[in-house]
C-alpha cells in the first residue's frame, strides 16, 4: 500500500483503519487523513500530496479533483482542493511548529468556500474541527495580507 506523508514535514504517517486525524511522529501536528479503504484512492492522494508539497498547486488540485470524481464523500480531497486554492505550504516557524503560508491570496474568505463546506460536510467530527481550526489559522493570515495589500498605492 501506499504511504501518506505529513502535510506539514513529509514525513511517514503511521495511519491505521478507520482513523480519521493522525499525529506527525516527526513534527508533531495533528492532522486529517483521508480513509485508507481503497489503494487506487491513497495512491492518488500520495501524487495530490506530492505535488502539493512541491507547490505545485494546480497539477496536485486536478489530482484531487480526480479523487473526488471517484470517491465524492472523501473530505479529504476536498481540503486538499482548499489547500490547492489557498496555495497552502506549511512552513518552520523556527520553534519546531508547522504554520500555513499562502502562496495565493483570494478576496474571498477562506470559511465561505464551497471546497471547504464539502469538507465539513463529509468529515466525521474529529477531522472537521481540524479543518474548523486549520481554516481559522489561514483566514487570519489572508485578512492580514488583504489589509496590507488594501493600504499599498496602485503603480
Given at each position: ?49 506530492r505535488l502539493r508539497f512541491a507547490c505545485e498547486f494546480d497539477k496536485a488540485a486536478g489530482v484531487y479533483e480526480s479523487i473526488i470524481a471517484d470517491f ?40 465561505n468556500d464551497d471546497d471547504f463546506k464539502e469538507a465539513c460536510e463529509y468529515a466525521d467530527i474529529s477531522a472537521k474541527t481540524v479543518y474548523q481550526n ?22
Amino acid at each position: 500500500m501506499a504511504v501518506l506523508k505529513c502535510k506539514m514535514c513529509g514525513g511517514d504517517l503511521d495511519i491505521n483503519a478507520g482513523v480519521t486525524v493522525v499525529e506527525c511522529e516527526y513534527c508533531g501536528t495533528k492532522q486529517t487523513v483521508p480513509s485508507a479503504d481503497d489503494e487506487k484512492k491513497i495512491t492518488l492522494f500520495s501524487r495530490a500530496n506530492r505535488l502539493r508539497f512541491a507547490c505545485e498547486f494546480d497539477k496536485a488540485a486536478g489530482v484531487y479533483e480526480s479523487i473526488i470524481a471517484d470517491f465524492p464523500e472523501e473530505a479529504e480531497a476536498y481540503w486538499g482542493l482548499v489547500l490547492c486554492k489557498y496555495g497552502i505550504e506549511y512552513v518552520e516557524a523556527g520553534n519546531g511548529k508547522r504554520v500555513p503560508t499562502c502562496h495565493r491570496t483570494l478576496p474571498v474568505s477562506i470559511m465561505n468556500d464551497d471546497d471547504f463546506k464539502e469538507a465539513c460536510e463529509y468529515a466525521d467530527i474529529s477531522a472537521k474541527t481540524v479543518y474548523q481550526n486549520e481554516a481559522k489559522a489561514i483566514d487570519k493570515i489572508q485578512k492580514k495580507i488583504l489589509k496590507i495589500a488594501h493600504k499599498e498605492s496602485p503603480y
